[in-house]
Structure formats: C-alpha cells, structure tokens
C-alpha cells in the first residue's frame, strides 16, 4: 500500500510496517524507517510525501561474514500489448533499507544485474 500523506486522514494503527517516503529524493536520502505518529503530525507539506507499506526482504545470500538481502527491479516496455522485459538491477543490502546510505562499511553490497535469456 503507498499513499500520498496528504490523503490520509487516520493513520494505520501498525505505522511499525511503514516507512515514510520523500517524492523528490536519491539514493534512500530523506527515506524515514521508523514512523511514528508524532513524526507524521510534524510534517506540514504532506502532498510531498508517501506513506508506504514496509517490504521485508530476508537475508538469505550467504556472504563471508553475514548474509545479505537482495532485490530484483525489472524494466518492462510494452509493445503490442505484450510486454518485453529489457532491463533490470540487482541490488544488495545488509542495511535497514536497500542504498548507499544503508549499507556504508559493510561488504558484499551494492548493485549488478542479472542475465535473462530471451524467450
């Protein structure tokens, strides 16, 4: 579930499985992971900011020293009406979220991609 702060009138009564999310941001920058009611209450350009169901990715890559979390992003065009997959990412984590401002001093993070074949 993702929406607009702006368009919420009460707020869910689990906001521990929600992050808070800037419209104009980078690499993670302004993302806040641990919401509270108090925090919400404060912001005052809420149509700039979405409230965002928590994905919880397991760490189930092994690396030498603990294991990572992974996420697949997949770039989909779409001619015909069928779509033709013809990008992705990889990414990385050990961190509370996916990014380099998660994962600063840690190992076997960051990003890549994955080879597909074609059908």
Request: glycine share 6%.
């Amino acid at each position: 579930m993702t929406k607009f702060l702006s368009d919420i009138e009460i707020y869910p009564p689990d906001l521990e499985n929600y992050i808070l999310k800037p419209l104009f941001s980078f690499a993670g920058a302004g993302v806040m992971y641990d919401v509270t009611k108090e925090t919400l209450d404060k912001i005052t350009e809420r149509s700039n900011f979405v409230l965002q169901k928590k994905i919880n990715y397991e760490p189930v890559i092994e690396t030498l020293d603990v294991p990572a979390k992974a996420e697949l992003r997949l770039l989909f065009v779409h001619q015909n009406g069928k779509p033709y997959l013809v990008n992705n990412l990889v990414r990385l984590s050990k961190g509370k979220m996916m990014g380099v401002d998660f994962n600063k001093e840690k190992t076997w993070v960051g990003s890549s991609l994955a080879y597909f074949e074609h059908l």
